[in-house]
C-alpha cells in the first residue's frame, strides 16, 4: 500500500503579514517576530581531523526560523532573522 505524503514545499503559505506575531529574546532584547517557514534546506557537515587521527564532523539542523517585524540590523539595515538549531557531532576513528 503506497501511503501518499503531502510534501512541505506544495503546502499553501502564508503571507508575512498574516502571520502571528510573537515575542522572541533576539541578542537579549525582546522583539516582535514572525515564523518563516523552511521551504529546502541542505545541511553539510564539517570535517576536522584531530592530530591523534579522530575524525569529527559537525553539522547543525535547523528547526526554525523567525524573522523580526520591526527591528532591522543597524549598521546595514538588513531585516533581523534567528533560528532554532540543533548541533549534531559524529566521531569516527
Not at 505524503?5 to 510573537?22: A, G, H, I, N
Amino acid at each position: 500500500m503506497k501511503c501518499n505524503r503531502l510534501k512541505r514545499d506544495y503546502m499553501p503559505r502564508q503571507k508575512e503579514s498574516d502571520k502571528k506575531t510573537l515575542k522572541i529574546n533576539m541578542q537579549g532584547k525582546e522583539v516582535d517576530a514572525v515564523r518563516v517557514g523552511i521551504k529546502k534546506s541542505t545541511e553539510e557537515w564539517s570535517t576536522y581531523i584531530l592530530e591523534n587521527g579522530t575524525t569529527l564532523k559537525f553539522k547543525a539542523v535547523v528547526s526554525e526560523v523567525f524573522k523580526a517585524t520591526e527591528e532591522r540590523d543597524p549598521i546595514t539595515g538588513e531585516p533581523l532573522y534567528m533560528s532554532k538549531s540543533h548541533n549534531i557531532l559524529k566521531i569516527e576513528g
